[in-house]
C-alpha cells in the first residue's frame, strides 16, 4: 500500500514529499504542539531528512507507511500532517494526525482523519488504532469524529482507541 492523493470536502491530502519539509517546519512550528506528543519543532532540514526516510518507506515489507500533508484547497497551504501505519496482512493500521496550531478548532483535523480512515476502509483495512494521551481531549475528539472509540487499554500512557470496520 502506497500513500495516493486523498480528498474531502475542503482538504487534499497530499503524499508527503522531502519538498514539504520548508512550509512544514514553519506549520509545526509551535512548541505547545509537542505537549502531548513529546519531542520538539525540527529546522528544515532536519524535517527533510526525516521527509526523505519516511517517503523511502519502510524497511519492513509487511510494513506500509502512508504519510500525507494536509492542504486547504481553498487556501493552498500546508496545515497538518496525517499518517498510518498499515499491516496489510492483519488488515490493521495505526493512525496519527497533527495540525497547526494557527489552523486548530477548524475541524480540519477531524475532516483528514475521517478522509483517511475512509480511504484505508477502500483498501482493506478492518481495524483503525490511534494512541492519545489521556489530557489531550482535542485529539480525542478527533478520534471519535473518525469513528473510533476508547478501549479502555493503555500504551505507554495513552489510551488506545479502535475502529473495527466492516
Sequence with gaps: MRPALLTTARLDLLPLRPGHAAEMAGVLGDPELYTFIGGSPAPPEE????????????PDPAVAWCNWVVRVREEGILVG??????TPGAARAEVAWVLG???????YAAEAARGLV?????????????????G????????????????????DGETRWRLELP
Design 136 to 155: 489531550h481531549h482535542a485529539s480525542a475528539a478527533v478520534a471519535a469524529a473518525a469513528g473510533l472509540a476508547p478501549t479502555g487499554e493503555e500504551q
Design 101 to 107: 496550531t494557527p489552523w486548530q478548532g477548524r475541524g
Design 118 to 134: 475512509g480511504a484505508l476502509h477502500e483498501r482493506g483495512v478492518r481495524t483503525v488504532v490511534a494512541h492519545i494521551h489521556p
Design 47 to 58: 524535517l527533510r531528512r526525516r521527509y526523505e526516510r519516511l517517503a523511502a518507506g519502510s
Design 81 to 86: 500532517t496525517v499518517r498510518a501505519t498499515v
